[in-house]
């Protein structure tokens, strides 16, 4: 046994200091970077006990994410825009005005669903590049640009609705926001096909992790070791694998949730590994040096806010369709949840700091605080300031982490 | 024998990391004099000086610091005021939309229950200004004043805290020749008449041997040895032997075997209006060329209107009203954009690496491949593998001292975050190269490097063009040197008949020139 120990000390000494200092910041990074993360993990234990159980319940998660969907589509939206430096106060308005128009086109006019939501998609599109103009080209700051938006996209909503709401959708409308799989028609009939996607996300999880894992060790990245590894390709399968069981509890995947995942890989793709993704953050770092670089600084800004402009119509089909109606105050103070989210997720105020799945993670902190906190019964008056605590504390543990840094 | 008026004994300190900045740092520094710090980056010089101001408080370092005689513990900033002590960092510590007299008394007013008696403040500010030599309304916005009157507001906002040891970082890193020297200047008058100390801590070595009357040289955390005045050898040769540890017989690399080729880039005629003033005119009527192989230096004093040549050339980056023609190649280019010059084959290194170069907040990998994402990717996809084999690359041939490609550019010295924008350029694969003060603020190690670097570039057939405000730099490098004064480019001379004196003489005579033409 003795010589067991001595001779496992002894490959721990001989890989040198250095690959163990390295490991150790590695884990003090790991820490830093996961730190919102592991915060979600502890909060939804800690409902979970105090709610006995519902919490994590099969059809309370499916509930959270629908309720929260829209959210996290707009912190998608608002990240870029946050990495720029800027931010965007016009979404939740925004929301409204699309539902508003949805239900024009769709309740009083009875054009078709698909036309409806192109002609939403474009509306958006639209509203980004007028934003992103005033904002971009004419440099009018982002705060009162986004200002004056959220005061123009509700007064038009109230001209557009007339001060009444509309209702109901038609049930194909509703799908995105309220269906799940089973519901699907093809797709629906296989038994199973909620576990059976659980499986292929692994697969496919567990295949980049690998990849990704060579390729680095092939130009002579240093890397995680192998039981390291394999550790994470387990996680990344029994999480996926088990989600899935879990929500085929229910009424297996929500729709919704699908669009979401896919939205995701997609930012995180666009931010991570791509050339205008690499612009944005460069941007939020240092505007004049990226200029000087060769880089069309106005163009990305401008692109950002048409993004967030399309993110914001697609938050608004979603939220009109989950509520069945489209309601003069649709989606009031929103974007200071999809703001207070990116700043949760570790996302800088300065720009160039930030990550999608952050804002994420940010997002879902505060859905499973309030949805957590309504479980329990505790007011909504409770809930605001609860709220307000964890985005001060937040942003203050990251400042504190960030400073001990240097 | 003059008093001592402060020790530092056996100064150590540690940071985070174990990495130790300062190990057993001995200094003495007698009443009535400046005594100079000088060492390369990362020496240790400035800790030194946080380590006596208090900005390091007493009890995060070890040793013993007497002042007049009694050992001092400083916890902040202001513990060392109260007895005189005040810094004056290299970053200057102004308000820009305050006014002088504002900015002179901040955290200092001359007040009664909280409440500014203004009137006194502007008569103190008035007789403060005066003794420094700063002929400005004390109601001028600080922002409105120039880099070396800045300087002198600082001075003044020291004596205002009845300095009696001032502590100066750097004074004249952003000040050209004739500030400098008023500068140098100020520092002698306030010792003869104020009996005030100083302790300068400087890279230009030839003030240091005009005002200095004792010299600490500092290397690698340990000080090295103290010479003074009157005793010791005190030219700039020896005190670079004691920086380095080695005699560097030869500052610049000799320029060998370069074959300078045909015309590479012709700019005609070229003309750039200041877009803050109206109808100022930055650059006027300027013609140069570069040829393949040829390492050229625009020498000037500040504000000549280099920087702004440089960066309306390069796309646009400065200026209104932009005329004149480029060449390349032998044919006539449209320049309208950085994205276009970088197309051309022209890059720009800044001078001010930390506010428009470098992303410091992003790492040496992100920052050097900048400007040449497209070479990295395929339908808009970087590939990262690639991106940091790149970044190693250069890393190891640039001699760029970090961990790796992951360190953060915030945390490179000076010299290393030099050599990334370096990177960054030479792996964009340009044919013209402007560098502009690519040595500023840097130790003597790092900039021979830098200069081989452009010799090895020229070697490879591109066309350099160094802008540098230190005159036997441009001279040492240079194939061919262009004097620009006042924004219009009054000399051309090959290496050969190229020195200090004929640079200087262009300068005169352009001005000597347009006074007559004035008065015509």
């Known amino acids: 046994m003795s010589t067991l120990l001595k001779e496992a000390e002894g490959t721990a000494d001989s890989m040198g200091k250095n690959t163990n200092r390295w490991e150790y910041k590695m884990l003090s990074v790991a820490i830093n970077k996961y730190a919102m993360f592991i915060a979600l993990v502890v909060i939804s234990i800690f409902f979970q006990v105090l709610t006995d159980g519902v919490l994590l319940a099969p059809m309370n998660i499916s509930k959270l994410v629908m309720q929260n969907s829209y959210l996290l589509i707009l912190a998608i939206g608002m990240l870029p825009c946050i990495l720029t430096g800027d931010i965007d106060l016009a979404v ?30 474009a509306m958006g599109l639209l509203i980004g590049a007028w934003q992103g103009y005033w904002v971009a080209f004419v440099r009018v700051p982002a705060f009162i640009v986004t200002l004056a938006g959220m005061l123009l996209f509700r007064g038009a909503t109230m001209v557009i609705l007339n001060g009444n709401t509309l209702a109901p959708f038609p049930e194909t409308y509703q799908f995105i926001a309220q269906k799940f799989l089973q519901d699907v028609p093809v797709i629906g009939a296989i038994p199973f ?108 800004r401008f692109l950002v806010f048409v993004n967030m402009g399309l993110m914001a119509a697609v938050a608004g089909l979603v939220f009109s369709a989950r509520l069945n109606c489209a309601a003069p105050s649709a989606g009031t103070g929103f974007e200071l949840d999809a703001i207070a989210a990116c700043y949760i997720g570790g996302a800088s105020a300065t720009g160039g700091v930030g990550t999608i799945v952050g804002a994420i993670v940010g997002g879902l902190v505060m859905g499973v605080l309030n949805n957590g906190m309504s479980i329990l019964g505790v007011g909504i008056d409770w809930q605001q300031g609860i709220k307000g605590m964890v985005l001060l504390l937040a942003v203050a543990f990251d400042i504190y982490n960030q400073n001990k840094k240097a | 024998m003059p008093k001592v008026l402060l020790e530092m004994k056996n100064i150590v300190k540690e940071f985070a990391g174990g990495v130790r900045a300062l190990n057993q740092v001995n200094i003495q520094v007698k009443e009535k004099s400046i ?69 002179i008394f901040l955290g200092n007013e001359c007040q009664e229950h909280g409440v500014v008696n203004w009137g006194k403040c502007r008569f103190e500010a008035m007789k403060l200004m005066k003794t420094v030599g700063l002929h400005e309304l004390p109601d001028t916005p600080v922002n409105k004043i120039g880099v070396g009157k800045q300087q002198l507001v600082e001075i003044a906002k020291a004596l205002s805290k009845d300095v009696k040891l001032l502590i100066l970082d750097e004074p004249t890193a952003a000040l050209n020749d004739e500030e400098s020297e008023k500068l140098l200047e100020l520092l002698l008058m306030l010792r003869e008449k104020w009996g005030m100390t100083a302790i300068m801590i400087s890279h230009k070595l030839n003030e240091i041997t005009k005002v200095a009357d004792e010299i600490t040289i500092i290397r690698d955390g340990k000080t090295i040895e103290t010479l003074t005045k009157t005793i010791d050898d005190f030219s700039e040769d020896r005190i670079i032997k004691g920086m380095v540890g080695r005699e560097i017989t030869n500052r610049y690399p000799q320029r060998l075997d370069c074959k300078i080729g045909d015309i590479c880039l012709e700019v005609k005629n070229w003309s750039v209006y200041s877009p803050y003033i109206a109808n100022k005119l930055v650059v006027d ?28 050339i390069f796309g646009q980056s400065y200026g209104t009203d932009i005329s004149g023609d480029i060449i390349k190649d032998g044919k006539k280019i449209k320049i309208s954009s950085v994205a276009d010059a970088i197309k051309n084959g022209i890059a720009y290194v800044t001078e001010d690496r930390k506010g428009q170069g470098l992303i410091l907040i992003d790492d040496i990998r992100v920052n050097t491949t900048l400007p040449s994402l497209k070479k990295l990717s395929l339908r808009g996809v970087v590939n990262e593998q690639e991106e940091v084999r790149v970044a190693e690359e250069y890393i190891s041939r640039l001699h760029i001292k970090a961990p790796g490609s992951h360190q953060f550019t915030k945390n490179l010295s000076g010299g290393n975050q030099q050599k990334v924008m370096l990177a960054r350029w030479i792996y964009a694969d340009p044919d013209v190269l402007i560098l502009d003060e690519p040595t500023r603020g840097i130790d003597v190690g790092a900039k021979y490097e830098i200069y081989c670097v452009i010799n090895e570039l020229a070697k490879q057939g591109k066309s350099v063009i160094v802008i540098s405000s230190e005159l036997p730099e441009v001279l040492g490098i240079s194939d061919r040197v262009y004097v620009m004064n006042e924004g219009r480019f009054v000399g051309e001379l090959p290496r050969q008949e190229a020195s200090q004196e004929s640079v200087m003489r262009c300068i005169m005579q352009s001005n000597k020139n347009k006074k007559s033409a004035k008065a015509v």
Not at chain 1, 239 to 251: E, N, R
Request: aromatic share 8%; hydrophobic share 45%; proline share 3%.
């Open chain 1, 92 to 121: 939740g308005s925004v929301v409204a005005l699309v539902g508003a128009i949805a239900g024009t086109l769709i309740v009083s006019m009875g054009l078709p669903v698909g036309l409806t939501i192109v002609v939403c998609l």
């Open chain 2, 285 to 312: 009527k300027v013609d140069f060329t570069v040829r393949r192989g040829e390492v050229i230096g625009i020498a000037g004093l500040m504000g000549a209107g280099r920087t702004e040549l440089a960066m309306s």
């Open chain 2, 35 to 103: 005594h100079a710090l000088v060492g390369e980056n990362g020496a240790g010089k400035s800790t030194l000086m946080n380590v006596l101001s208090g900005v390091y408080p007493y009890g995060t370092y070890q040793g013993r610091i007497e002042y007049s005689g009694q050992e001092c513990q400083f916890h902040t900033i202001r513990d060392s005021e109260k007895k005189g002590i005040v810094i004056i960092h290299q970053e200057l510590a102004l308000i820009p939309y305050l006014s002088i007299m504002e900015n």
């Open chain 1, 193 to 300: 096909s909620t576990v059976l996607i659980g499986v292929l996300v692994a697969v496919a999880g567990a295949y980049i992790e690998w990849k990704s894992h060579r390729q680095k060790m092939k130009y002579g990245i240093p890397v995680s070791s192998q039981p390291v590894l394999f550790a994470k390709i387990a996680l990344i399968v029994f999480i996926s694998v088990f989600s899935a069981y879990w929500l085929s509890q229910f009424k297996g995947l929500p729709i919704i949730l699908i669009l979401l995942a896919v939205l995701i890989c997609v930012y995180s793709f666009i931010c991570n590994k791509t050339i205008i993704g690499r612009h944005i953050y460069a941007l939020g770092g240092n505007e004049r040096a990226t200029q000087l670089s060769g880089i069309k600084t106005k163009w990305v």
